[in-house]
């Protein structure tokens, strides 16, 4: 009998700790798991596209795909248009690439984390890859002390305290092993049968495994690797959101070898996450939807990637979000439990468009003085209610949101459920400091917020009350 229920308690507390939601699986390695944690905790970051296409200001990368949906200059044939765009390597200058100062404006909205493109689809190296001519590092910004740009944002971020990541595309459009001379290229896939050339995919897996040991050697700790590109993945992974993707699926296995990129990252840098966005599994160490928010609250580990503007990289007259809009998104995806890495494109000449940095500077208005309410706070279960968001804090604190329109002030009295606040307590709201009195009317909680904080809240784009 004693055996049976040690059996089951085996079982069921096995069963609890993997977190089996949607085939999630919860990291073994306690280092990855601490890291895993602190991550979680840091809930605010920017993810920073840079490359050749912001010369001319276009899509990241996507051009040289043949997908319709890419808009691309039908005035040259795709191979010439394709020596066009990876000549715009020879005209990547960007002479007023200042690092410190990203950093900073990063730092000041209240972001905690980095994840910077070493490299994207494109195969333009960020970095000084010895495996690869096709990078920053050999072109007009060769000669600059800061041509190693990976580096430089690296450091600069890292001064700033912030937890670093490396964007780093699968596929690789520029690489022969990948888009072989012999065959025709377009397809987002590899373009040779694997089946057939295994040698070429050897060392296209020998290429990519070499860059990643120079980028987690090389360039200080680098705490996570963020793969893109998830049609690179071993045939058996194939499910349904890739067939929903509606892009040609190979008959042949894209295994690019992610445990071996895991091991060499972890060698170098103990405890670093990997992120093979969407193909489930031992190294997708959390989940990563992209420009949108998941509809409920999820139970392991996860992120909202997102643009600040419409796309990835730089390009002009974007149309930006605004810092309310950003600032509605991050409270939703806390009290969901995630966390929200918001996308923005450095121009080509190495600076945050004008826009972004004003945008960065209103959201850290907000942020500075709502921290608690946001870092290291606790998905609850109840994380929706009327007009709240909710949160739980580290030790015992529950925070309450309430979202506002442009121009539009908090009610005169406010109804919370009778369980988020403790009796005789006092509600604190966070941007004045103000405290009120707790009044418990017929199993309702009452707040009557006073003119002083309803005159403020017009300013502000989510007003918080602090509970407990
Ligand atoms: O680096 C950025 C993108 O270049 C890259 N991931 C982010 C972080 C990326 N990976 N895959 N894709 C982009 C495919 C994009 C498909 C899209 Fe669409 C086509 C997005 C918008 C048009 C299809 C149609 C999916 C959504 C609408």
Not at 100 to 105: K, L
Not at 116 to 125: A, E, L, N, R, V
Request: proline letters at 5%.
């Amino acid at each position: 009998m004693k055996n049976i229920c040690l059996v089951l308690f085996l079982i069921f507390s096995s069963v609890a700790g993997a977190q089996l939601s949607l085939n999630y699986t919860y990291p073994n390695d306690p280092s990855v798991r601490e890291n895993l944690e602190h991550w979680r905790d840091l809930k605010f970051g920017i993810i920073i596209h840079w490359g050749i296409y912001a010369v001319p200001g276009i899509v990241e990368s996507w051009s040289i795909c043949n997908e319709d949906w890419v808009g691309r200059d039908t005035a040259l044939n795709y191979e010439d248009y394709k020596k066009w765009y990876f000549g715009l390597s020879k005209e990547f200058n960007p002479t007023q690439f200042n690092p410190e100062a990203w950093a900073s404006s990063a730092k000041n909205a209240g972001m905690k984390y980095l994840v910077f493109t070493t490299k994207h689809h494109d195969g333009f190296c960020m970095f000084d890859s010895k495996y690869s001519d096709f990078k920053i590092t050999n072109g007009p910004f060769q000669s600059n002390p800061k041509s190693n740009v990976t580096r430089e944002v690296f450091n600069a971020f890292r001064k700033e305290d912030f937890f670093i990541g490396a964007y780093f595309s699968k596929p690789d459009w520029h690489s022969d092993y990948y888009w072989w001379h012999a065959f025709a290229t377009g397809e987002r896939n590899n373009n040779y049968d694997i089946r057939k050339f295994p040698e070429q995919w050897k060392r296209f897996q020998n290429y990519t495994a070499n860059q990643i040991s120079e980028l987690t050697s090389e360039y200080g700790k680098v705490d996570m690797l963020w793969l893109d590109g998830g049609w690179v993945r071993p045939l058996e992974t194939i499910n349904d959101e890739v067939l929903s993707w509606q892009c040609p699926i190979p008959a042949w296995s894209q295994d690019v070898n992610v445990p071996r990129l895991a091991e060499i990252a972890r060698k170098n840098n103990p405890g670093t996450l990997l992120i093979d966005r969407t193909v489930h599994g031992e190294y997708e160490n959390y989940r990563t939807p992209e420009q949108r928010i998941p509809e409920g609250r999820l139970d392991y580990p996860w992120e909202t990637c997102m643009t600040l503007g419409n796309a990835w990289g730089f390009v002009p007259n974007d149309k930006y979000k605004s810092s309310r809009e950003v600032i509605h998104k991050l409270v939703e995806v806390v009290a969901k439990g995630g966390n929200l890495l918001l996308g923005v494109g450095p121009t080509a000449t190495g600076v945050f468009p004008e826009e972004v940095n004003l945008r960065l500077k209103e959201i850290g208005n907000w942020t500075s003085r709502n921290s608690e309410a946001i870092y290291n706070t606790r998905s609850v279960s109840e994380f929706k209610w009327g007009d709240f968001y909710f949160t739980d804090g580290k030790n015992g604190e529950k925070y309450a949101y309430v979202l506002l329109k442009e121009g539009e002030s908090i009610g005169k009295e406010l109804v919370l459920p009778w369980s988020v606040v403790s009796s005789d307590s006092y509600i604190e709201e966070l941007s004045t400091r103000e405290k009120m009195k707790v009044v418990k009317q017929y199993g309702r909680v009452i707040i009557k917020p006073s003119v002083r904080v309803r005159e403020l809240s017009k300013t502000l784009p989510v007003v918080v009350f602090k509970l407990n």
